[in-house]
């Protein structure tokens, strides 16, 4: 996983007294999937800061002295980056999802906990079931929570459009971060208002939901449902879409 | 209002007839993109993160919940080394089961440790969870077992004393040394985790003949409740020796079975302390007359010469010793009586600390070289002592009481028994990651937990 783009290769030979940050707006940056503008406003670093390389194969590799690359500062890297070989990006961002005021040791300590409660329970059944049953029953929470994930993941949601005075709630096709977001939150959010299991911890209602929605059931799927009920009841106003 | 016209693709009710139709064809929608070129488009190739495994069910998106497809999951592989052991028998066990994991028979694991009283709060739901009690044979527990072997009952008996950093397995080599002994035909006094007598304190009365004392009724029925289940077979035959009396009406006349005192704690908790004190004597006498072999297992003794939360009503802090359970403890682990051994494990955790002694609350302290340097104090090595030692936990009194005694060091896991640790958790599929089934995640992992045994099953915890 490279952390920065082709942004840094490209700039290597820029001057270093470049001008500051502070004059400009935007940065032109070209990362893989193309060119994209840059906000700079909020920015803290220079211009002349690299981007980290969060990859221990790279810099396993002996260090190749061309340019100036060597000599430039590097940013540092971000707190949901890591080389970790169980390190997974859909885990992290759920991570953050969860976090409150910036406690991100206390949400990972909340989800592990979550992970190891849905393991415990599995193990559990593994351990009891008869053994032609045994290579069904999934252990890995890791999977199921990126299964239950993908189960509450909606396919169409709705947009809320301003037509003659009246709000209209138009179907639309969502993005990837879109449907990642809402399924997410969505799951963190029941969990919060649980009434059925008030005194219970987050971290094991957490799970309770996850094999649920594991199992696609439980209320996390039930909301997607509703959701894709809604955009179906609205089809008509499907006119409206103009983006 | 002008609208471009590329804009225009699919601007009908276009989402939902998609869906539909793609779905009635038995295609996944759900990775396809509708509708005209997005943001997320560009992001396809970076933004690929996304894992994707088997799917619990189908696809379509019925109300109805779906069956699980049967799709049989990844297996761990089959493990490389012999990590388990088909003696169950701790009397057999020698050096060359050393690393491998006996499983403690369930009915055995029950009558010794009922409700798993006396365990580590994790190796309980580690129990509940694999549906079995292992225990990894090691070195410091084999060592007190030839020990115990050799020695001459005839001599006061000796003491010994596990130590250890935190979460290195002090509690389970105890436990299972009392397997051993269980398994000789010995009476066996477990008292698990003194720290609680002291630091949870529930309730406490004055004492019946001695107002100086303090009894804690909930403590002795809770702890009379499980003697009585683990020790019914091994006191059977016992008699109590002279009579005793409860209070006015309630006695207990010579030559009585010693179950008795014990039904009699039960029914009547404000005696309850008493009848611990009572089983303590008697079966100290027993062992001195050559009747019994006697066992005693106490885990975290220095709780015994230690403070406790225990307010006097002249508002002072009780002792140790001014509590009537950890008084009849201290003269038990006095090596005045012979016939029998003392096993002992000492514990930071849940210790109070001694009488008198301050504790260092500080986070940072300055460094001895350069006094302008603060440091973290959890690196600053030379500002700690060795915090676990048995001199340090047991302190002056409690070191001049136990004395003499063997001390026998618990360490980390050894390469070897790291490896037949990992094997037994992939076994018993704690182990889940598949990348930890390769030799980079196996090596990852003792890296993380540092070769701690109690470190490393809480790490595989969520992996």
């Not at chain 2, 493990?79 to 028979?105: C, K």
């Not at chain 2, 070191?399 to 896991?413: Q, S, T």
Request: proline residues 7%; charged residues 25%; contains cysteine.
């Amino acid at each position: 996983m490279l952390a920065g783009g082709l942004w840094d290769r490209s700039n290597m030979a820029l001057p270093m007294c470049g001008k500051t940050a502070s004059c400009r707006l935007f940065m032109v940056s070209a990362p893989r999937w193309g060119l994209a503008v840059e906000q700079v406003r909020t920015v803290v670093w220079h211009e002349t800061y690299q981007e980290p390389v969060v990859d221990k194969e790279y810099f396993r590799k002996p260090e190749e002295i061309d340019g100036l690359a060597h000599t430039r500062p590097v940013k540092s890297a971000l707190p949901t980056q890591s080389t970790s070989i169980f390190h997974y990006p859909e885990v992290t961002k759920f991570t953050s999802y969860v976090m409150k005021k910036g406690e991100r040791a206390l949400a990972r300590s909340i989800v592990e906990k979550a992970f190891e409660h849905m393991k415990r329970h599995q193990i559990k059944k593994y351990h009891e079931a008869p053994p032609e049953e045994k290579p069904y029953i999934d252990c890995n929470p890791v999977r199921i929570f990126h299964t239950a994930i993908e189960n509450c993941k909606p396919v169409v949601g709705v947009q809320s459009v301003k037509r003659g005075g009246k709000t209209y709630q138009v179907p639309t096709p969502l993005t990837d971060k879109r449907r990642r977001f809402l399924a997410m939150n969505w799951m963190i959010a029941e969990t919060r208002d649980n009434r059925d299991w008030p005194s219970q911890s987050f971290a094991k209602k957490l799970s309770s939901n996850l094999l649920e929605a594991y199992q696609e059931q439980g209320k996390v799927v039930r909301k997607k449902y509703d959701l894709h009920k809604l955009a179906d009841a609205n089809k008509a106003y499907g006119h409206f879409r103009f983006w | 209002m002008e609208i471009l016209p590329r804009l225009h693709l699919f601007k009908m009710a276009a989402p939902m007839k998609i869906f539909r139709e793609l779905s009635r064809k038995g295609f996944d929608p759900r990775h396809v993109n509708h509708g005209p070129i997005t943001r997320s488009m560009f992001c396809q190739p970076c933004g690929k993160q996304t894992v994707h495994y088997a799917r619990a069910s189908s696809v379509a998106a019925s109300t109805e919940p779906s069956a699980q497809t049967r799709e049989p999951v990844p297996q761990p592989p089959p493990v490389r080394s012999i990590f388990r052991t088909p003696v169950s028998n701790p009397v057999n066990h020698g050096l060359e089961q050393e690393a491998q994991f006996y499983t403690i028979p369930p009915d055995e694991y029950k009558t010794m440790f009922p409700q798993d009283h006396g365990m580590p709060s994790r190796f309980k739901k580690q129990v509940d969870t694999f549906t079995e009690a292992c225990i990894m044979v090691r070195k410091p527990s084999l060592e007190v077992m030839s020990y115990l072997q050799q020695a001459n009952y005839s001599h006061p008996a000796i003491r010994y004393v596990f130590y250890g950093i935190r979460g290195t397995g002090k509690t389970l080599c105890l436990c299972h040394v009392l397997h051993y002994c269980t398994k000789q035909g010995w009476v066996v006094l477990f008292f698990p985790k003194v720290s609680n007598w002291v630091k949870n304190v529930k309730e406490i009365q004055p004492s019946f003949h001695n107002p100086e004392r303090y009894d804690q009724p909930l403590e002795a029925v809770a702890w009379l409740k499980t003697f009585k289940v683990s020790a019914a077979d091994s006191i059977k035959e016992l008699q109590t020796q002279q009579k005793y009396q409860w209070n006015k009406r309630e006695a207990t006349e010579q030559g009585r079975p010693l179950l008795e005192v014990v039904e009699q704690g039960i029914a009547r908790p404000k005696t309850a302390t008493d009848c611990v004190g009572v089983i303590v004597k008697e079966l100290k006498d027993q062992a001195n007359q050559g009747r019994i072999r006697l066992l005693v297992a106490v885990d975290g003794v220095n709780s015994l010469f230690g403070r406790t939360v225990v307010r006097k009503p002249d508002r002072s802090m009780a002792y140790a010793s001014e509590l009537s359970l950890t008084y009849n403890l201290r003269k038990l682990v006095r090596n005045d009586w012979r016939g029998g051994a003392i096993v002992t494990a000492v514990k930071e955790a849940g210790f109070l600390g001694m009488e008198g002694e301050k504790k260092d609350h500080r986070r940072y302290t300055r460094h001895e070289d350069h006094p302008d340097i603060y440091h973290d104090i959890l690196d600053h090595v030379s500002a700690r002592p060795q915090t676990f030692t048995p001199e340090a936990l047991l302190g002056k009194e409690g070191f001049e009481y136990m004395d003499p005694y063997v001390p026998v060091l618990v360490e980390k896991y050894t390469e070897k028994e790291i490896e037949s640790c990992l094997d037994y958790y992939t076994d018993r599929m704690w182990i889940q990651n598949e990348k930890c089934w390769t030799e980079a995640g196996r090596q990852q992992l003792k890296f993380l937990s540092g070769y701690e045994p109690a470190d490393l099953e809480r790490i595989c915890g969520p992996l």
